[in-house]
């Protein structure tokens, strides 16, 4: 399908972005930046084609979903939000040095994709509980919520490379140099994290009015339901230990891996449990 | 209240204790991921010891999230929850009544060289415009002049002082709806094969019958299946009667619930009902041949009196060799037992001698009879899941106020912000200040843009 060959060469793209971005790093020239934000830009165009064409092929099959609805869809969505939200961020700030850090998450996550065993990219017909209007409004509040958190863990990931490289002051090459400075992750760590919350918070929501449709209880502590409350848990305590404790730094980077690690649990990690929510059956 | 509070007051009213129970629940709902839960931990019992089963289960191990342990917590972070939100309060609600004055202005004291600049303008015109565009972007403008200067001061975004009371607020009110549903909510199960009538439904919980008042008949039930034999669809029409009258009446479709004097209705699954019928030919040796239909338990005497013929199960699909029937006949000579396909000859063809090696499998093991299946009536029964919650709405509530409070504390903050205009000499010198409790860097952005904006309309004014 011309929907799959697009999203494997999408895979590249962010790879050759991700190399751009590093380029930029390492030889401190913007000039590479540039190039590596026009080729991010254009792989998440790439990938949106891709995406409404595999929508139009499910009409066309007479199934007639958004493309929302296996694991193999989850994942190529997850990493379009990153991608998307990242630029979004990249725009704002008018900072590159995010970019390297957050980039090869998505083509991991791309990569994963496309070659790991078991990952059926067909198209698949909706078992009549997933053929509702919740399912979209759903799926998109959960990944954009996960996307924010996997921005946060980056953000988190690269606060502890600054405190790295400023312990060591003799040496500082461009890659360090170009780092944002530590107060300036915090900031973002935390806003990414809200960002995160809000959306998981709707995804939390929109998921629970669908489970009252679909199932008859708007709660029935299903693993997926249990690790998304344990995740929204995890924020909610970082948010306060922040908002109210004080907490900065090191404490919030810590905070932003283990909650991404809870966020990888309730994606991927609850497939081992029995579950409603199961990928793969 | 600020002076005598006691032991027990500031003890909840602290947000360690808040990240404490938050951690905790955390861990209680993990721990409830990985020890299998109500149905699924009688499986368990047969692998430990029954002493320790017997002792989980009294301490509600098995069904942690409706524990008293959960709830304990629950109770917990509801009274913490509500003590720091009242001990807070006096505080946000001085700082909302709080208003930005010209004569509070420490803020446009000692400001960096980017929070100013210069106008040939006078000091009256540039009050003017500054005023007006104050008015345009923010509440509460006021002005006071002085001999040399004059002051303006704004605030905006008050109202999210209250967003954090309002999903704390919101989390309370579901914590009441939850305990509301989990009170007097039920929930259970019915299957009720097509044609027939149900008055009870079988409880999640414990499993016990409970009856409605009221009963449901399933009229027809309908699948659809994709070609890969996935259900497309698959909708009951259901009929609800009471004393005789019909109540309602109508299809029921899974996502879309039927909602009857409380009680809600959800298509959850089907299958082929166990009373299905059987068409069966029976050939005598060198003699007649019959068709009978027959249903599980069915007895009747052979043509010939030869024996008693009955019937033992109705499968629809055995062992993945189609459809078969469990017949037994008894006659003096004792009692035989043997199983009649309906695809005989496929699984002859594949499994060639099976017959004889299985003599279960023999259709003719009883002589001089020979028994054929023609085919199996498929009789679908509906899944039905029932519940009753009153809570529900009470948690929707919930979730448009938690929705709300955050997107207040999300997209608005409060700031006041203080432009002072002072003269030098014949020329205006402009600086614009402010203060967030919240947002610094943000506030820092606005500044900005409102000191590029006052600078756009005096030019355009000149």
Known sequence: MINTTILSWVTFIYFAAFVFYLFRMVLGREFWGKIATSTALIGLIAQSVALVIRWK????????????????ESLIFFAWTIVFLYLLMEQRLKNRSIGVFVIPVAFLIMAYASIAPGISNRIDPLIPALQSNWLTSHVLTCFMGYAAFTVAFALGIMFFVKKMSAADKNKSPAFFRLLPAESMLDELMYQSATLGFVFLTMGIITGSVWAHYAWGSYWSWDPKETWSLITWLIYALMLHARNVRGWRGKRMALMTIFGFGCVLFTYLGVNLLPSLHSYMN | ???????????????????????????????????????????????????????????????????????????????????????????????????????????????????????????????????????????????????????????????????????????????????????FGTEGHINITEGETAGSFNLRSNNQSLPLPFSVRCDKFIVELYENGAPKNFQSDLTFIKDDKVVHSGKLRVNHPIEVEGFRFYQSSYGVSPEGKATLTLL??????????????????????????????????????????????????????????????KIKEANPGITEQIPMFNPSLFRPYTFTLLGLEEKYYTGLQVTRDPGTLVVGAAAVLLILGLLLMLFSYPRQVWVKIDRQQDKALISVGGRSHRNKAGLERELQHLLAEIKDRLENSK
């Open chain 2, 1 to 183: 209240m600020s002076k005598n509070k006691s032991g027990l007051w500031s003890f909840f009213s602290s947000v360690q204790l808040a990240i404490v129970l938050l951690s905790l629940i955390a861990f209680f709902a993990l721990i409830g991921t990985i020890v299998p839960q109500r149905e699924a931990a009688v499986e368990l019992a047969g692998r430990i010891s029954p002493g320790l089963f017997s002792f989980l289960q009294k301490m509600q191990l098995f069904d942690l999230y409706h524990s008293i342990w959960f709830f304990l917590l629950l109770g917990l972070l509801s009274v913490n929850l509500l003590i720091c939100s009242l001990d807070r309060f006096p505080l946000a609600w001085r700082r909302f009544r709080s208003q930005a004055e010209p004569q509070k202005a420490d803020a446009v004291k000692d400001l960096p060289a980017e929070n100013t600049f210069q106008s040939a303008l006078n000091i009256q015109k540039v009050a003017d415009a500054a005023a007006n565009l104050l008015k345009k972007r923010y509440h509460n403008v006021a002005q006071a002049n002085e001999e040399n200067s004059v002051f303006l001061s704004a605030q905006k975004g008050r109202f999210s002082f209250f967003g954090v009371y309002i999903v704390h607020l919101s989390i309370l009110v579901l914590i009441a709806g939850a305990i509301i549903g989990s009170v």
């Open chain 1, 57 to 72: 092929t499910s009409y066309d099959l007479g199934m007639g979903h958004a493309p929302l609805s296996n694991f193999y």
């Open chain 2, 284 to 345: 005598r040796d060198g003699g007649r041949r019959d068709v009978i239909n027959v249903a599980k338990g069915y007895a009747f005497d052979l043509p010939g009196k030869e024996g008693t013929f009955q019937v033992l199960r109705v499968e629809e699909n055995l062992m993945k060799m189609g459809p078969a029937i469990k017949v037994s006949v008894r006659s003096n000579k004792g009692e035989v037992t043997f199983w009649v396909f309906q695809q005989l000859d």
